[in-house]
């Protein structure tokens, strides 16, 4: 098998010469260039071939879809995935997931083009049933989607790995009821949320409950579907909104920490202070909640332990180490100094 | 082409079942197992090719290679790269570089593997020779990373887009000193770094020098090799200690925002008020400087246009639209509330 190296010394030119004429790169005499190809050609010399040692025999491939990558803890997430696959010699292809786009039409395709060994689904995913997973014939995991599995009852075949949302969102909403707040605001995903944010508006309104606390329609704050993202852009931009019924509320509570993060900053540029005059809280347990001025109370999530599962999880399977599990992870409630006792 | 329901309807059970054949899936009795993997190996059934539709001819794909991921502001860029990208109908495979690897092997390597089509490198590569680039016989581009080129006065072999870090860190720099600032601190990159944190401590240095101030090595602070990342973390760690030289700098200029922010919280945390008692800068532009409290100066790279340029860049060569070019961008200065004239 030819190398660049050999065509080079054919042609009697340099390396970088082959690559002009391959590259078809102007700054090169077009006979040269003519001579240079023939020879590729003569010798079946195939460009893509040149790297100097092949250190796997097979090319092995996994995928990341994402749906919502918006979030910065995706991208969390997503860096020790990628580094956990690489140190198991796999590559790594990561593929959004537009709105509008179905994810497992996405996948199949994907699996075909790419030849995967596997796939895994981070966030988004909540409604599809068992029959359309069962199209997809490569093991893969749910990271961070919860579903609602019609058949809890078999053998699943799928694995995931999550907090459990709704526990954890009840546990924020309660811990702030607990501290006196009555009238806590949210800041809540789109209307139609199917997934996530869906779980965890209804672990707030779950607590409420619990808490005897009336929800008020006027404080719960909804994204705008296509507009809005889990950004701190949104979070100001609804606070901003939600200023506007600033007697109604002595808390906030955001469904991710990017969205707290904005709602603070629109907060403190009425001239009040967290948590003296509004307690803020978020969900993630992103890095910048801990250098914030002030620092967020929020519920951490195991990112690494979560990210870690999840490639744990694919591998057994891969592997046939193991068999589909569902796997749940606890949250942490990190009281910090964004909200206080009233 | 056998598809996963043509089998299951041959074999007159459901496509789970299927489905649980080919996955090795304990959940199946094992006669049904081996009628349907019989059955899958007569009608030369792959898998893989389950795929409803095939949207496209052929398996195209570009690689980012990345060193230096912790960075937030990478995040970014690789969010918009990934979106422009499957806009062209091109897979996305992100591939990390570890720092003690060499990013052109990983990257011959992944051509050979992933027959790609095309290389962008962030961050990292600075000091390769034209030589060892001319093995590589896909188009590339180096985006946001800037290269010492042998041979400027040719037409380049390579693409490649980033700002000016030399001179938007002089600028900073030079802010500063006109703000009245003559003691001005500064977190940068390992001693040893050849990327842009040597271009952004070179500005600074230089802005220092014609504004007739020396440079204080004891408030020039150096993340530590294989310990420190451009991390938050990193920024409130090496900031904790340059508090014990209070009394020699008025303003800290950290070389990332992320770095920055860090630092902001370890100053506050000793109930100094950042600008009042010390100014804070950083460089890059995340959206967190803009939320953040107090709101952080900056240099604003153009990250949007950044990302599309690379992409622009790099199909301009696969589609031989046009030829390689160097491409630089400005930043911009942000005058926020942390800083302050003295």
């Known amino acids: 098998m030819e ?9 009697g030119v340099g390396v970088s010469t082959v690559s002009r004429a391959i590259n078809n790169h102007p700054d090169i005499n077009p006979e040269t260039k003519e001579m240079i190809m023939q020879v590729i050609k003569e010798h ?29 803890f995706f991208n969390d997430m997503i860096g020790i995935i990628e580094q956990e696959t690489q140190r198991k010699k796999y590559s790594f292809i990561l ?38 997973f069962a199209q997809l014939d490569v093991p893969f995991v749910l990271s961070t989607s919860d579903i ?11 694995s995931s790995v999550s907090v459990d949302d709704f526990a954890e969102s009840y546990k ?16 809540a995903a789109t209307k139609g949320d199917e997934s996530i944010g869906k779980l965890r508006l209804e672990g707030y309104l779950k607590a409420l409950g619990n808490n005897n606390i009336r929800p008020d329609k006027s404080i719960i704050l909804h994204m705008e579907e296509n507009k809005d993202s889990y950004s701190m852009e949104t979070g100001y931009r ?71 599962v999840t490639i744990d999880l694919l591998f057994n399977i891969i592997r046939k180490n193991g068999q589909h599990k569902k796997v749940v ?8 100094e964004s909200t206080r006792e009233i």
Chains 1, 2 share one sequence.
């Open 3 to 11: 190398t660049i190296k050999d065509i080079a010394r054919i042609c």
């Open 172 to 187: 924020m909403t309660d811990y702030l009821c607990k501290a006196g707040h009555r009238k806590i605001a949210i800041i």
């Open 238 to 308: 609804l606070m901003k909104k939600l200023l506007k019924e600033r007697d109604k509320f002595t808390a906030v509570y955001a469904i991710a920490d990017s969205l707290a993060v904005g709602a603070c900053r629109a907060i403190t540029e009425t001239g009040a202070v967290i948590p003296r005059d509004c307690s803020v809280a978020g969900f993630d347990g992103l890095e910048i909640g801990t250098y914030y001025n002030p620092s967020l109370t929020t519920i951490r999530q195991p990112v690494e332990e979560l990210a870690k």
């Open 95 to 132: 593929q959004r997931v537009e709105e509008n786009e179905n994810e497992l039409d996405v996948a199949i395709q994907l699996v075909k083009e790419k030849k995967l060994k596997g796939i895994i689904f981070l966030g988004g995913i909540i409604t599809h049933s068992s029959e359309n």
């Open 329 to 336: 992870l606890p949250g942490e409630l990190l009281v910090r």
């Open 148 to 158: 609602v599995n019609e058949e809890d009852n078999k053998a699943p075949l799928w």
């Open 44 to 72: 079946n010399y195939i460009p893509n071939n040149s790297a100097r040692n092949l250190k796997r025999s097979e090319s092995k491939a996994i995928a990341v879809l994402v749906k919502g990558i918006t979030n910065p």
